[in-house]
């Protein structure tokens, strides 16, 4: 089982998407959700507690995660001395990677760093200087011997060429990364769709720009015999490739991957923070291999590609925080994506034939963090 640990709700960024869409949405009606907003800032549970937790299940995954979790660094480090999962991980903004000790980072299995593509769009969505301190601590923690799987995690809404951001991603002067993943800023908050411009952006921009990016990823397969790790990509060409007939969450939230929040509280996805209908156990008393799953309902169960697309977000489908004609425009992404892949499979499967790649280049830890469908 993986499992977020929420370390803090605290964070040191005010992104546009994030931090801003919170106080646009304060005041939004969360109706028919007991929600508790008092939950302690920090984790506040005995370490103890999470160490026995973990010790029940010989596969567990923990991913430090937040708020920005290195703003604990030091509980980082007492956790990391204590509990003995199968692998540590973490999502953060990168920001204070420079703090945790060398010891502490090279045992990561993986980090995901928040950073959306160059420096302008990063900045401008991330506050100005994000991007240069980042890329900084990502050349020293590799300098300092960190050799896990380096993940670009990026944010994407109406100012990214997904197409250019991407390839800028993999190829530049700064930092080349070897794996990137993307998520939309779509569907989360309460009153952001009217005042957007989502649906012309996906259908002339993003959707486009996907396609674009896919014939880019099976060329540089052709031309260099690489398969880029561009996750949602990978995610959908390895179902393709294994004959896999249907997925559930490609995330994992609500049935193999969970989050504990700060009270120690165990929960479908750190989204899901303080939905009290949502509390599956506390971390004191739950046994993490029989935990309660909890799966997307409508309008996914009726859609006809729910198998390929696995349901997109749990959080989403549980909240519905956009309307039906607002999410459709989303599904209409995940369709393109799934359709970009599904044409490239035949030149895949060639390639794979005549030796130029290989299947296994397509494998990955699933449930890492990367929900595969953006
Ligand atoms: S495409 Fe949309 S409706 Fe269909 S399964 Fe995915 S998120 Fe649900
Ligand atoms: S895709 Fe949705 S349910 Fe899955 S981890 Fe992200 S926010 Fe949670």
Not at 138 to 150: D, V
Request: aromatic letters at 12%; charged letters at 25%.
């Amino acid at each position: 089982m993986f499992f977020h640990v929420v370390m803090t709700t605290e964070c040191n960024l005010q992104c546009r998407y994030c931090f801003g869409e919170t106080l646009d949405d304060f005041d939004e009606d969360f109706s028919g959700f007991e929600v508790d907003y008092a939950l302690p800032r920090k984790a506040n549970y005995d370490w103890k507690q999470l160490a026995d937790f973990c010790s029940r299940d010989p596969d567990c995954v923990l991913t430090f995660y937040g708020g920005e979790p290195l703003l604990c660094t030091d509980e980082i480090s007492q956790i990391m001395d204590m509990v003995k999962p199968k692998h540590f991980m973490i999502q953060t903004n990168g920001l204070l990677l420079n703090r945790l000790k060398p010891e502490y980072v090279n045992r990561f299995h993986t980090i995901l760093v928040s950073i959306d593509g160059e420096e302008a769009l990063t900045d401008h969505y991330r506050g100005r200087g994000t991007f240069k301190k980042v890329i900084d601590n990502l050349k020293l923690i590799t300098k300092n011997g960190f050799r896990g799987e380096l993940i670009a995690r990026m944010t994407v809404m109406e100012q990214t060429d997904i197409n250019k951001q991407v390839t800028w991603l993999l190829d530049n002067n700064d930092f080349k990364f070897s794996s990137v993943h993307w998520q939309l800023n779509a569907g989360f908050w309460g009153n952001d769709y009217a005042r957007r411009d989502f649906k012309r952006w996906s259908k002339e921009n993003y959707i486009p720009g996907l396609e674009k990016l896919a014939r880019f990823w099976v060329d540089q397969m052709e031309e260099k015999g690489v398969v880029h790790r561009l996750y949602p990509f990978l995610g959908i060409a390895n179902s393709l490739l294994s004959g896999e007939a249907s997925s559930l969450l490609r995330c994992g939230g609500g049935w193999i991957n969970y989050a504990i929040q700060t009270d120690g509280y165990v929960i479908p996805c750190p989204t899901m923070w303080g939905m009290k209908d949502y509390y599956l156990g506390h971390i004191r008393d739950t046994d993490p291999l029989n935990l309660r799953k909890v799966f997307v309902g409508a309008p996914c169960t009726d859609c006809d590609i729910l198998g390929s697309c696995g349901g997109r977000c749990l959080y989403a489908n549980i909240t519905q925080r956009w309307s039906k004609e607002a999410y459709a425009q989303v599904c209409k992404t995940v369709r393109g994506l799934v359709t970009t892949i599904e044409e490239h499979l035949p030149r895949i499967q060639q390639l794979i034939q005549n030796g130029t790649i290989d299947k296994r280049d397509f494998n990955f830890m699933k449930y890492n963090g990367c929900e595969i469908v953006p």
